[in-house]
């Protein structure tokens, strides 16, 4: 049987897809399962980065299309994480060097031997959206709690809709005390407006920064804060049932807990 | 196919030295485009300037939501460009400045529908308008990049103090043209992270892009409830930030400012970054 394939955007660019699709495709690979992460975002690439082996890029995405290499060669196994393998996207050429059928081909491929494909979609709803988009079965829609993520996250939701898509939002970088305090939207605001199921909270973290210029994925130590809410959204996306409680920080569950009703 | 903006003829304005259009680039999405050409297009005008803010992310449109305008575009760029509407049509005057006007994107089309022809020659005619044209230009460098950049004759670089921004935004330098000396501003500085060690400092950024730096603007919370509410800092008296626009918009309008204040180099991540770009040729 072959693996899931999930992509992950948001329209609106610098919401965090990349951090999410790392950071959410290392904790499955932590809890066993076999992922490969896909930066599509040619021309701009920055998953290497991320998680850090833009030093050990070979081949890219497109040289694997233009067959200039096999695809197992361009793939770059992570050294922390057994089961996680990365394939870069090219950083010198054009989006529309690769067709929407021809990414799907690659996707497809990688899927045969894994249990999830996690796609990171290029900011924008161009041709390298429509490409991303086209290789997967699934969406992860990644917004943060502000009016203009939240009107491109609508947009692509309704592009996501009109393809029979099926689709879970995380909402990013949610400040509980400004949440209180009336200044940033709630949660339950955000997945009212989208209209769709939630899959994940992550708090604003300045610790984010650090660990993606580093190139080190959160989940990598068990003691952070996030690690154990990127690992719920991994369990969730398994299929497990896990109420959206146990966010540590004071006050935050409180405003939550009208949440209960959507997990 | 400069007929389709024809100007009034008894427009005083037929005279006036052609205004500057500057592109608002990032290549990273969400380092703080639209608010930057807000904000600075806020302070431009209120020093009297005649600023026209131009909405380039056809189908992502959020300039309109920044300024707080959104209810009130009723014609967008396409329109204008495929003769739906006339620019005076278009042209959304903002709520509390009396020369500064936005022309809103298109929302439910798709930036492939927009000739870059047509955009040159619409912005050439608000030239003939405004002191400034101010282009928020989408995210990423596809079609809606190259007609956003296609009427400009200078760019504003905005980057944020992370590996990924300075790695797009150093792609995107190198697409412009040769012969333009774009400016950085380097936004969501958070000096207690730099100090830490735990952010780049400005240095770190503009030792990889080498840009002349046109301004600093630190993180602050306060940036967002602007946004969503809809009111741009730079009028905001008494904000570090609305101050810190302001000097970006008098460093356009030619007046010597003194550089903004740059933080000691952290050490940390540095090395990182180098061996990023070092590899370049």
Redo the contacts between chains.
Sequence with gaps: MSGRRIVVTSGKGGVGKTTTTVNVGAALAKRGHRVVLVDTDIGLRNLDLVLGVEKRIVFDIVEVIEGRCQLRQALIKDKRFESLSMLPAAQTREKEAVTEEQMKAVIVELAETADFVLIDCPAGIEHGFRSAVAGASEAIVVTTPEVSAIRDADRVVGKLHALRMPMRVIVNRVRPDMVRSGEMMSVDDVCDILSAELLGIVPDDEEVIDTTNRGEPIVLDDSKRLATIYDKIARRLGGELVPFSNLDEPGFFGRLKTLWKVG | MMEAFEQPAESPEAVRPLGRAIVITS?????GK?TTTANVGTALAARGAKVVLVDADV??R?LD??LGLESRVKFHLLDVLEEKATLDEALIRDKRSESLYLLAAA?TR???DVDTGLMKALVETLRARFDYVLIDC???????FKNAVAGAQHAIIVCTP???AV??AD?VVGLLPNDWRPELIVNRL?PL?VKKG???SVDDVNGILRLPLLGVIADE?NV??A??RGEPLALDALSETGAAYRAIAAKIAGEDVPAPEVRPASTG?FS?LG??FGKRG
Aim: no cysteine.
């Design positions: 290549g990273k999405g969400g380092v639209t189908g992502l959020n939501i920044v929302q798709e930036k492939e989408p995210a990423g460098i596809e079609m809606g992370e590996v990924s790695r797009d792609r958070r992270l735990k952010m780049l919370p967002i409830v946004t969503n991540i990182k061996s990023l």
